[in-house]
């Protein structure tokens, strides 16, 4: 009698269910600057395994018109009460917010310290939310060599993630080196997986915890594949190309 073998595992049929190995995120910045517009791009980019991060005037519409990501926020502040012109942690929560972007470029250069950054890190932990925090080097220390840019990141990790404890187990670490940021100037694809392995091995010796990291700056359809297939870097940050809806479909479909 003739026996069949059973089918080898690269042979059977695959679940249908869809998986996506990276998490991009979706950081839209200030845009777009109607409600409207706001609501039809959410529907043309609402994929599984993405994060959409929109202003936080549309993050409810938002929020209400998605199905298949989840909800971000660009910023967040460390407290409710007497803060003109903040948002608390309980609001964004309210809202359905589960990640937070921390510590954007942008936002540290008009002002933003790492003890400010790392009350933030603080307060949305203890809120339930996944931080997405932001580090990365300036054209200046970078051109000083690779090592002086890992030096750079070094201390804003060990400031940012000051007393923190086993919950920076739950920070994803955005490596977004300043001048590739709207730039269309990339990092390479291999500085920045030796950068993210550089920021997962830190993050281990000086709290022991294994972190996701996401790699930032100019990530478009085009080079999403190239990052996206490093080992360490685990998604991408996407600001520019998130607002165009074919673009940010091709990184999406990268990262699957
Ligand atoms: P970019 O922005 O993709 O437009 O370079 C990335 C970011 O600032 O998060």
């Known amino acids: 009698m003739i026996q069949i073998p059973p089918p080898r595992r690269s042979e059977r049929p695959r679940s249908n269910k869809v998986r996506m190995k990276k ?8 845009n777009p600057s109607t409600e409207e517009e ?10 599984s395994g993405i994060v959409v991060a929109p202003p936080f005037v549309f993050i ?11 909800l971000g926020a660009q910023n967040v502040f460390w407290a409710a009460g007497a803060h003109t012109g903040e948002t608390s942690p309980e609001q964004l929560k309210n809202l359905g917010v589960s990640h ?8 540290r250069a008009v002002g ?15 809120a339930g939310f996944k931080p997405i925090l932001c580090v990365g080097e300036s054209a200046a220390s970078r051109g000083l060599g690779i090592g002086k ?3 750079f990141v070094r201390g804003q990790l ?21 001048w590739a940021i709207g730039t269309g100037n990339p990092d390479n694809p291999e500085s920045a997986a030796e950068m993210a392995g550089f920021i997962k091995e830190t993050v281990f010796k000086e709290h022991g915890a294994r972190i996701m990291v996401l790699y930032g700056g100019s990530v478009n359809g085009g080079n ?19 607002l165009k809806p074919e673009d940010f479909a091709k990184i999406v479909e990268a990262g699957r």
């Open 23 to 30: 998490l991009i995120v979706a950081n839209w910045k200030s």
């Open 38 to 47: 706001a609501i039809r791009l959410a529907k043309q980019t609402d994929f």
């Open 60 to 70: 409810e519409a938002v929020g209400k018109n998605i199905a298949k990501a989840k």
């Open 100 to 107: 937070v972007i921390i510590g954007h470029s942008e936002l």
């Open 112 to 126: 933003e310290t790492d003890e400010m950054v790392n009350k933030k890190v603080t307060a949305s932990l203890d």
């Open 149 to 151: 840019a890992k030096d």
């Open 158 to 178: 060990s400031r940012d993630l000051t007393g923190i404890g086993p919950k920076v187990k739950e920070v994803i670490v955005a490596y977004e080196p300043i």
């Open 224 to 242: 999403a594949g190239m990052f996206l297939s490093k080992k360490d870097i685990d998604g991408a940050l996407v600001g520019g190309a998130s």
